[in-house]
């Protein structure tokens, strides 16, 4: 069975540039996160779809980020502009469902802003 | 809030040596604890967990016990080898309502093992 996938799985932007990461789950999971890791500290939860619906997304600041899953497979989020603090791995991961079901985590994609 | 703290690293041991990575949490309710694994250059996994207090949760020769006494879940294995080098990062989950299961990590403890 394939795990998460996600890509690209480093990228080199200037500041004020978009970027987009994209996330494949495993194949019938129906909820799906994309975290946030910052160098030296543990993943932070931007949002999570159950499905196509964003059902958590209190901490994606929403003024830059936005995310999409359509159809409620793949996903994409996006950074537009950019900024030096974005610098970070952001993963994605995914469950059967919501609740106690193990979250299966990607590789990562390690963004720089420079 | 729901908070997780575990021992800085990083930790360097030897081969065969006896391994304790400290855990404590701050939470409302009873939650769920997990202690995740992240390889180099890999996503992080399930290592293990225990969703109700006194459990213990064991795999790969870790365990973990739920003290809700001490508000604890410190990670153990007694004879620790090379593959065990990892980012290790202990984690809570609240019992749904309104977090909604979400997952409170802690910064992660670097493991190195040295042959």
């Known amino acids: 069975e394939a795990g998460v996938v996600q890509s690209p799985r480093y990228k080199i932007i200037e500041k004020k540039q978009p970027v987009a990461f994209w996330c494949n789950p495993i194949?019938?999971?129906?909820?799906l996160y994309w975290y946030l890791q910052n160098l030296g500290q543990g993943p932070e939860l931007l949002i999570r779809?159950?499905?196509?619906?964003?059902?958590?997304d209190s901490q994606l600041p929403k003024d830059r980020f936005s995310a999409e899953r359509l159809k409620g497979v793949d996903s994409t989020l996006k950074i537009q502009p950019a900024e030096l603090g974005d610098s970070a791995v952001y993963l994605c991961?995914?469950?059967?469902?919501?609740?106690?079901?193990?979250?299966?985590f990607g590789p990562g994609t390690r963004l720089t802003v420079t | 809030g729901n908070s997780v703290t575990q021992m800085e690293g990083p930790v360097t041991l030897s081969e065969e040596a006896f391994l304790t990575i400290n855990c404590t949490y701050t939470a409302t309710g009873y939650p769920s604890l997990f202690w995740y694994v992240q390889y180099p250059g890999e996503g992080l996994q399930l290592l293990l967990k225990?969703?109700?207090?006194?459990d213990k949760g064991s795999n790969k020769g870790f365990e973990a016990t739920y003290r809700k006494e001490t508000t604890s879940f410190h990670l153990e294995k007694g004879s620790v080898q090379v593959s065990d080098s990892a980012v290790y990062f202990c984690?809570?989950?609240?019992?749904?309502?309104?977090?909604?299961?979400?997952?409170?990590f802690g910064k992660g403890t670097l493991l190195t093992v040295n042959p």
């Open positions: 779809y159950e499905n196509e619906e964003a059902v958590d």
């Open positions: 984690a809570l989950s609240d019992q749904g309502g309104g977090s909604n299961y979400k997952l409170t």
């Open positions: 225990a969703t109700k207090a006194d």
């Open positions: 194949s019938g999971h129906n909820t």
């Open positions: 991961a995914s469950s059967l469902r919501r609740g106690l079901y193990e979250q299966y």
